[in-house]
Structures are given as structure tokens and as C-alpha cells.
């Protein structure tokens, strides 16, 4: 929702008020808010002040209630600095207590007899990264808002309310908004009709345009006020020209701190950067080598591996050098302290237009001495990192580098911090708090080129946020660029990068855990959560948030961090009580969408572990970028692209009715029937035809099974019978099975396509070769010598603790052989006749038939492949049973598949003492990256009252 220019020209107005003492004016101009009447909530105000300050009244007493200043995730800061961030009932630097009256005013309460039916969004989402408000401001993890407007638009409608618990940088808020914006829909392909509708490029309605509200959450003050201002500027062009009158102020008064002596006129110049070094010793010599000058090769703009002191003329490398550092006094801290010692080495200036670099002289030397003397002058933050003990180690993050960087401005050099606190602290000359907001966000978007993290980079477009993202990295060289180098641009952009909000949207800050949403009363979640050890946002944050002087509550931070002692099991801990209440607040039979990011196969079973503990059924996952997932991304330590995972709550209905039927056989099949109707019927790329997975017999069963367990009621099905009863109850296509309604759908879809997509298989251990020999023999009957070369090329990935097991033995227990006598078995005729002329038309014991089928193995009809199962099961619980009484502390080697069984059969009898210890001697690796496993596991711990 936009406002015209002129409109937003009318937001403010100026007037003539007495100039500042020292200035030599007698009147200066001022801007003023010039609102009128607003309506807020159902409530009318005379403006919008008057409106900020009731609600800001109303928060500042609940900020006194110490039983509020204790839910889970209040960050810490004292109650003026919270308010002074704060904006409610839009916004708040801690819990929103405004938000359950958002909803009572914006929502629509959960309806059972409204009819809600979705497939999970199941098409391929593409969106990059080069986008105005994308890169309007930096954040550490962002996903593109088009790319959640794809989702908004399939799950929502109009008017619905959109949830994010971990909303970073608040994404999920703008593409709530721009789902009325005709010139976004049109950007992502979308054509709109007359009646609001929105059809795709294949003429598919995809969801009706308008505005979506969004719910918005961090832990991380410095990531709601980030959100805010992204979600509830109201005049982008106005703050700009606010903003600018800044800088041009600064420039007046205190330009001079980056300008320097043109080389040949003596003009005076602006300054664009300025290069500085880090200086060390020789470990040989002990002679004095600046950085730049022994390593940087300023051609190429890369550092020299093995330079030569030019003091010995000794070979040296980086890891090699000692720091030089330097004793000082403190006067912030009052207390004698030890920096690394840094030098200017390289000014770039503009003369005239031309763009020139020179060495630092005595006049540029002195302005720094000058500028020095300015720190007793000046208000900045002095925060011990993450409040550790100055000298020690302070967080994951935490380098060698690091040595002497204990507090917030050491992270600063002396210019740097000068400038940036008096623009900082500038924001009090600006006619509202909503500016002042809004000019704190637009610092906190650039601190970082006001920090030594700025590297300097010679072939990089700018000088501007060269920081090294998700670390805290230092280099050896840094720039330092000037204020105007910093904001011209930037401000320039602010009223194309920011869109103008009718504030539809609300933010608040603490852990999801603990968000005050009540239950069932959202439509849709889209979260990007934490994902392991990826991001320590706290650490990450720190620095910005203590110009806010409002910080992250670390202890709430759902992340797996050596320095805060959080493993991956409290990782998942704390990641399932955020999910619970996720499930809790979104209405039932409606969806969440996870995206996900981690090349750690643990954490990935993590996530899904807590979602089905949280009670949420997964229906979909697929490659944010690039399609279907594989098999490899989905078992085999290769989870290394962004994945997007789709899972729904189940409806009321299925709950109250699995109540009733819970451990029977039409509990499973009500289940069955329920999932099916959840997952997407058909699915192309490139006109051919996809396997959906969820769709296949071994994940509906796998899905049924953690139906039960995570609801503690045993399974009444073995394997077999599940699949039997599959065969007789849903229509089997292309080794999916659907709903007769769906079956008629994909059938027709089907013809459209010439060929079906196979998913790629990747053997990694028992579970996957099973699956790629039921892949193979289905394709094609064959025999163990057909299959025997290529299976031995597919294993070659084989996890190390899983028993490798024969050819002959995976053969004899999962699939059956013909023997070459009596009738030639229908899944090996078919493929004959259809392939072999001369052997058309033949009767089923035909001898030439007999003999070309003769030892070919095959895949068992469902119905008469119990028996196997019995057999393997019995194989299976022989050698779980040796697991079961060994003496080992620790199994090396074991068969997985056994492991399972005898899990499933303990749970089965309730013998939870027995998963437990054999749990306990499995490695924490294979435990944690197995999911069955893990399930079975969790579930045992829980059910016995131990101590996992």
C-alpha cells in the first residue's frame, strides 16, 4: 500500500524557530510532523504523537509488572531504552502486549465449519537477491520477500494473518504488504484478473491479490528494529531529505575530520577512504613490518603468501607475524588497557572530479591527533562483548585476531568511532520519534563501515559493509570510508528501497516460545529459523545492539554454541518448544513453510524431530532454487542447498476422530486418507512428469508410523500390511499412490507429459539400497549378475558404522526370484513382452518365456509379500537381540535396519528401557542423524521419565 509523493510531502511542514547559540543564524528552518486525525486499532487520536504516547504510556506501566519483564526472551536494556526504540502498539523492543489486540481487530477467529483446502506449494520458487529493498539493509540470513509472496499468495487470502517467529530483517511482513502491489504480482509473472485473481504463466490460479498483516518476532532487538523499519515507514521520500539535511549538517561542523591536502594544488579534498594496517614483528628479527607494505600487492589487490622482512630478509607468513600492541589509558573504563597498533597507509580523494590516492602527510596525521582529543566529548557504547570478563575468550566467534577487543568501541578505530557517535546522537535534532527510529535504523545499516570488520577490498564496487558475513572477522587491512561516502547512496536509494507502510503489520521482540499470540488464531507461518551452529546471532547482533543499548536475551538463543554449553539435543529442545507453539497459534488444517539452510545432516533430523514432536505432519520438501529434493540431500550428509519444508496441523477432525480409533486399523487408514488429501496431486518440471516422495508407500508409512509414536500409541500394522492395504484401498500410479478423486486429476495431468522424472537414489546405507533395488528391478527384472556391477558403483558412499550387507542377501530378503519353473510372474512378463518381440503373446509357462525369466528377481505384489517381511523381521530381530545383550559400551559396526525393528517391536510391548540402552551404545552421530531412530528414542525418554 503506497502513498503518492504529494501525499508524502504532506507529513511534514517547516517553520522558522530561533537558531541555536554559536550557529550566527537568527532563525533556522525546522520540519514538524504535521499529522492528522489517526485511527489506530479502533481508537481515534488527534495525531499520530498522540497516539504513540498513549500506548507508550500503557507500555511504560507493563515495562513496571515484574511478571512481564519475565517471559522467556524479554531482552536486556533498561525500561527508557526499550521505550525510547519502541513504537507501540506497532512495535516494541521487547514482548508486545498490544499484539492479542491486533488480532481481535485485524483477525478472524478459527472457524471448524469454514471449508480451508490446500496443497502444499509445490512449485519451483526462484527469486534473487538483486532487489532494492533486499539490499536495503544487511542482515545475516535473509530470504527474498518475493520468494515468500509465491507462499503467502497459494496459502492466504486477503485480510489473513501471516505469522513469522523469527523474522530477521521482517521479509515475511513486506511480502504480506506487497500482495497488493500490482507492480510486484506482475514482477513475479503473475497476471491479474478483473475479480483480484491471480493466474501463473500456465494459467493456474494461484491466490487472489491483496493485503496480507503479519505478526513479526525476533529475539533480537537489533533485528526488530531492522523489521520495523522496513514494515512501518510511512513517508521513505520525506525521511530521506530529513536524512540527507543531516549528513549536510555533519558535513558543515565536522567535515573537516575527512579531508585532506591534494598532492599537487594543496587544495583541500574530500576524503572517499582511507586504508589502514595492522602492524607486527618480525618472529626472526623482531623488526617492525606494516602489513600493507610487506604483503599487500597492491596490483592484484591479493596478499603475498611468503613475504621477505625487509629488515633480515627472512622468508616469513601471516600465522608466523607478532602483533604489535600498545598500552593506553582508557579513560571510558578508566582503566590501562592493550590495543593492536594500526597505521594509515593509503588516502583515496576526490579533486576536482578525479578520483586519486596518496600516502598520509603531517597534515593528516594531525587532523587524527585532533580527532582524538574529541573522545571526552563524545557518548558511545562500552559494553563488555557478551558482558564476559575483559580478556577472555567472549563467544564462538572469538579469534586470535580479537586480542585486545573486549568491549563494543574497541571494535571501532578512533575516527570511526567519533563520526558515527555524533551522527548517531544526531538523531535528536530530527521533529519526531518515528524519524528518529527510522535515522537509528539507517545507522545500524552501515556501522559496520564504521568498524575495523571493513575490509578493504580493491576490486569491490564500494568500500561500503566489506565486513566478512557471519563472522566477526578482522583483517590486516582495513578502510575506513567517510561518512558522505557512506550515506550519500545509501539515502538516495531509501525512498526506492523502503516501501511506504499503512502500518498493517505489528512487531515484537522476544523468544517464539513465548510469543503472545493465542491459539489458533494465524492463518499462515513462514519461518527461517536458526539452524545448529550456523549464525551466533547474539554474538553477531552485539555490536549493533549496543548503540540501541537494548541487547539479545543469548541464553533464549535457539543455536548450538561451545560457549554458552548448548548441544545439539538443547538445540532441538529449545527448537521444539518454539515449534509447539507455532502449532499452538496456527489455525488447525492451515500450513507452515521452514526454510532451512545447514550442511549438517543432525541438525536437519533435528528440525524434522522437533516438527513431528511439535505435532505438525511434513506433506512436502523440495530445493528453494532448483526443484525437487534428492535422495542424497535427503540421507546422505549433502544437505547443502536451501531447502523449504512444508507441514500442516492437522485438522480438528482427524485429531478428535484418532482419538477414538487410536491403535486400529481405520486410525490408520483415516490417517492415510487425511495425508493424501494434503499433498500435491501432480507436479512437472520441464514437461516431464515428478515423483512426489510423500506420495510413495515406504514415506506414507513412515509418516503413519510417527503419527502414532508421537501421540505414545502403538502401530497396528506391520509393513507389509500397510502396504497390502494401500494396494487394495488408493489407486497406485507411477509408484505413488492417490485418492480416487486425485488419481482421475494426476491421470489427466499425466497425458500432458511424455516421461516421468525418477528421483536419483544415492546408496548410503541398508534403508536407500533397498529402495535403489526396488528402483532398478521395478524399471527392469533382472538377475544378480545384471545387477551386481552396477550396485557395486552405487555403494562406494556407504556409511562407515552400517554392516555392509551382500547383494544376495538385500536380494533374498526384500525381493523374490523366479526359479524358471511354472507360471513367469506378471511383473516380469510385462516387461518381456514389452520389450522383447519374439516373446509377445506368450502363455505365462511358455518354455522360451521360462528361460529368458529364469532367476530374474523381481518386487513381490503387496499382497503376498508378507511372508518375506516375516522372514527379514526375524532375520532382523536375531541380530538386534545380539545388539540388545552385547557387553560393548559402544557398537562399531551394526545393521541400522535391525536397530529399527527392534525399536519398532520394543515400542510396540512398551519396553522403553530396552530402546534406551541400546540407544546408548549407538554412536551420537548416527543416533542424532537418524530419524526413525531419534524418534523412537525422544519418544522413550519421554514416556519413561529418564534423563536423556
Given at each position: 500500500m503506497t502513498r503518492s509523493k504529494d501525499e508524502q510531502k504532506d507529513l511534514f511542514k517547516t517553520k522558522f524557530v530561533p537558531g541555536k547559540q554559536g550557529s550566527g543564524m537568527l532563525f533556522e528552518e525546522k520540519f514538524v510532523v504535521d499529522d492528522d486525525l489517526v485511527e489506530c486499532l479502533g481508537i481515534t487520536f488527534e495525531n499520530d504523537e498522540k497516539r504513540r504516547e498513549d500506548f507508550l504510556e500503557k507500555l511504560r506501566e507493563k515495562l513496571k509488572d515484574p511478571e512481564f519483564r519475565k517471559i522467556k526472551g524479554f531482552p536486556i536494556g533498561e525500561d527508557e531504552d526499550i521505550l525510547a526504540l519502541s513504537d507501540p502498539p506497532y512495535y516494541t523492543a521487547c514482548p508486545n502486549p498490544f499484539v492479542e489486540d491486533f488480532i481481535k481487530h485485524y483477525g478472524k477467529p478459527y472457524d471448524p465449519d469454514v471449508s480451508y483446502s490446500k496443497e502444499p506449494f509445490a512449485s519451483d520458487v526462484s527469486e534473487g537477491k538483486n532487489d532494492p529493498i533486499y539490499n536495503a539493509h544487511s542482515y545475516h540470513t535473509k530470504v527474498p520477500h518475493k520468494a515468500i509472496m509465491h507462499y503467502i499468495l497459494h496459502y492466504t487470502e486477503p485480510g489473513d494473518i501471516v505469522f513469522d517467529g523469527f523474522c530477521g530483517t521482517g521479509m515475511t511482513g513486506i511480502a504480506a504488504q506487497l500482495c497488493d502491489d500490482q507492480r510486484t504480482l506482475a514482477a513475479l509473472g503473475y497476471t491479474l484478473k478483473s475479480n483480484g485473481e491471480l493466474f501463473n504463466e500456465n494459467g493456474k490460479s494461484i491466490g487472489r491479490r491483496g493485503c496480507r498483516r503479519a505478526i513479526l518476532n525476533d529475539l533480537s532487538p537489533a533485528a526488530t528494529l531492522i523489521t520495523a523499519g522496513y514494515n512501518l515507514t510511512r513517508f521513505p521520500e520525506s525521511f530521506s531529505k530529513l536524512a540527507t539535511d543531516l549528513l549536510n549538517k555533519f558535513n558543515r561542523k565536522y567535515g573537516w575530520m575527512y579531508q585532506t591536502k591534494d598532492t599537487k594544488s594543496g587544495d583541500t579534498c574530500n576524503i572517499d577512504f582511507v586504508v589502514w594496517s595492522e602492524v607486527f614483528s618480525c618472529p626472526h628479527c623482531s623488526g617492525e613490518l606494516e602489513f600493507w607494505t610487506l604483503a599487500y600487492d597492491t596490483s592484484s589487490g591479493k596478499i603475498i603468501d611468503n613475504p621477505i622482512c625487509p629488515h633480515c630478509s627472512a622468508e616469513v607468513s601471516k600465522r608466523d607475524l607478532l602483533r604489535r600492541t600498545t598500552k593506553y589509558y582508557d579513560k571510558a573504563v578508566g582503566a590501562t588497557r592493550t590495543k593492536q597498533i594500526l597505521k594509515p597507509v593509503e588516502i583515496r580523494y576526490r579533486h576536482s572530479g578525479t578520483k586519486k590516492k596518496k600516502l598520509p602527510d603531517e597534515n593528516d596525521l594531525q587532523v587524527l591527533t585532533k580527532v582524538e582529543k574529541m573522545m571526552d566529548e563524545i557518548d558511545y557504547p562500552t559494553d563488555l562483548m557478551m558482558f564476559t570478563p575483559e580478556g577472555e575468550e567472549w563467544g564462538d566467534l572469538y579469534r586470535g585476531y580479537h586480542e585486545g577487543i573486549s568491549r563494543a568501541h574497541d571494535f571501532h578505530l578512533i575516527r570511526q568511532l567519533v563520526a558515527f557517535s555524533i551522527l548517531w546522537n544526531s538523531a535528536e535534532d530530527l521533529p519526531s520519534e518515528e524519524t528518529k527510529r527510522l535515522w537509528r535504523f539507517t545507522l545500524q545499516g552501515i556501522v559496520v563501515s564504521f568498524t575495523r570488520r571493513n575490509r578493504f577490498l580493491k576490486n569491490a564496487y564500494s568500500q561500503v559493509n566489506r565486513a566478512l558475513s557471519g563472522t566477526l572477522y578482522i583483517g590486516s587491512t582495513v578502510s575506513e570510508p567517510s561518512p558522505t561516502y557512506v550515506l550519500t547512496g545509501k539515502l538516495k536509494r531509501f525512498k526506492k528501497a523502503i516501501p511506504t507502510s499503512e502500518r498493517g503489520n505489528v512487531v515484537t521482540t522476544q523468544t517464539l516460545a513465548s510469543v503472545l499470540v493465542p491459539d489458533n488464531s494465524v492463518d499462515y507461518v513462514f519461518i527461517d529459523p536458526p539452524f545448529g551452529d550456523n549464525l551466533p546471532y547474539a554474538e553477531l547482533n552485539f555490536l549493533w545492539e549496543a548503540w540501541l543499548r537494548v541487547?539479545?536475551?543469548?541464553?533464549?538463543?535457539?543455536?548450538?554454541?561451545?560457549?554458552?554449553?548448548?548441544?545439539?539435543?538443547?538445540?532441538?529442545?529449545?527448537?521444539?518448544?518454539?515449534?509447539?507453539?507455532?502449532?499452538?497459534?496456527?489455525?488447525?488444517?492451515?500450513?507452515?513453510?521452514?526454510?532451512?539452510?545447514?550442511?549438517?545432516?543432525?541438525?536437519?533430523?533435528?528440525?524434522?524431530?522437533?516438527?513431528?514432536?511439535?505435532?505438525?505432519?511434513?506433506?512436502?520438501?523440495?530445493?528453494?532454487?532448483?526443484?525437487?529434493?534428492?535422495?542424497?540431500?535427503?540421507?546422505?550428509?549433502?544437505?547443502?542447498?536451501?531447502?523449504?519444508?512444508?507441514?500442516?496441523?492437522?485438522?480438528?477432525?482427524?485429531?478428535?476422530?484418532?482419538?477414538?480409533?487410536?491403535?486400529?486399523?481405520?486410525?490408520?487408514?483415516?490417517?492415510?486418507?487425511?495425508?493424501?488429501?494434503?499433498?500435491?496431486?501432480?507436479?512437472?518440471?520441464?514437461?516431464?512428469?515428478e515423483m512426489i516422495p510423500e506420495r510413495q508407500s515406504h514415506l506414507l508409512f513412515d509418516r503413519m508410523v510417527a503419527f502414532h509414536v508421537q501421540r505414545g500409541t502403538t502401530v497396528p500394522l506391520s509393513a507389509a500390511e500397510f502396504y497390502a492395504g494401500l494396494e487394495q484401498r488408493f489407486p497406485p500410479r507411477d509408484g505413488m499412490y492417490f485418492l480416487p478423486d486425485q488419481a482421475a486429476e494426476y491421470d489427466k495431468k499425466r497425458m500432458t507429459v511424455k516421461e516421468m522424472l525418477q528421483l536419483q537414489l544415492f546408496v548410503s546405507d541398508e534403508a536407500s539400497a533397498i529402495q535403489w533395488l526396488k528402483q532398478q528391478i521395478t524399471k527392469k527384472p533382472q538377475t544378480a549378475g545384471d545387477l551386481k556391477p552396477k550396485f557395486m558403483q552405487e555403494i562406494g558412499g556407504w556409511q562407515k558404522n552400517e554392516k555392509m550387507l551382500e547383494l544376495d542377501v538385500l536380494l533374498e530378503q526384500n525381493f523374490l526370484r523366479y526359479s524358471g519353473k511354472?507360471?513367469?510372474?506378471?511383473?516380469?512378463?510385462?516387461?518381456?513382452?514389452?520389450?522383447?518381440?519374439?516373446?509377445?503373446?506368450?502363455?505365462?509357462?511358455?518354455?522360451?518365456?521360462?528361460?529368458?525369466?529364469?532367476?530374474?528377481?523381481?518386487?513381490?505384489?503387496?499382497?503376498?509379500?508378507?511372508?518375506?517381511?516375516?522372514?527379514?523381521?526375524?532375520?532382523?530381530?536375531?541380530?538386534?537381540?545380539?545388539?540388545?545383550?552385547?557387553?560393548?559400551?559402544?557398537?562399531?559396526?551394526?545393521?541400522?535396519?535391525?536397530?529399527?525393528?527392534?525399536?519398532?517391536?520394543?515400542?510396540?510391548?512398551?519396553?522403553?528401557?530396552?530402546?534406551?540402552?541400546?540407544?546408548?551404545?549407538i554412536p551420537e552421530n548416527v543416533l542424532q542423524e537418524d530419524a526413525k531412530l531419534l524418534m523412537w528414542y525422544d519418544q522413550a525418554i519421554t514416556r519413561s521419565g529418564e534423563d536423556a
Open positions: 541487547f539479545t536475551k543469548a541464553a533464549e538463543d535457539a543455536v548450538v554454541s561451545g560457549t554458552q554449553d548448548k548441544s545439539l539435543a538443547i538445540y532441538t529442545m529449545m527448537m521444539t518448544a518454539c515449534l509447539e507453539k507455532v502449532y499452538r497459534l496456527l489455525k488447525p488444517g492451515r500450513w507452515v513453510t521452514i526454510e532451512f539452510h545447514n550442511s549438517k545432516n543432525a541438525v536437519w533430523t533435528a528440525i524434522q524431530e522437533a516438527l513431528g514432536k511439535a505435532g505438525f505432519i511434513i506433506a512436502d520438501i523440495r530445493v528453494l532454487d532448483k526443484g525437487m529434493l534428492t535422495k542424497k540431500q535427503l540421507n546422505a550428509n549433502a544437505v547443502n542447498k536451501d531447502l523449504v519444508i512444508s507441514a500442516y496441523k492437522p485438522n480438528g477432525g482427524l485429531e478428535e476422530r484418532f482419538k477414538l480409533m487410536a491403535s486400529t486399523e481405520e486410525g490408520v487408514w483415516d490417517f492415510v486418507r487425511t495425508h493424501l488429501k494434503q499433498l500435491p496431486v501432480f507436479v512437472s518440471t520441464n514437461g516431464m512428469a511354472g507360471d513367469v510372474p506378471s511383473q516380469i512378463h510385462s516387461y518381456l513382452s514389452s520389450n522383447f518381440k519374439e516373446l509377445r503373446n506368450l502363455e505365462k509357462d511358455d518354455p522360451a518365456l521360462n528361460a529368458k525369466a529364469k532367476d530374474r528377481w523381481y518386487v513381490p505384489d503387496p499382497n503376498k509379500a508378507g511372508d518375506l517381511e516375516k522372514l527379514r523381521e526375524r532375520v532382523l530381530m536375531r541380530e538386534f537381540e545380539e545388539y540388545r545383550e552385547s557387553k560393548q559400551k559402544r557398537l562399531k559396526m551394526f545393521r541400522l535396519e535391525a536397530v529399527r525393528a527392534g525399536f519398532k517391536k520394543a515400542w510396540q510391548e512398551r519396553d522403553y528401557v530396552t530402546i534406551i540402552t541400546v540407544a546408548r551404545k
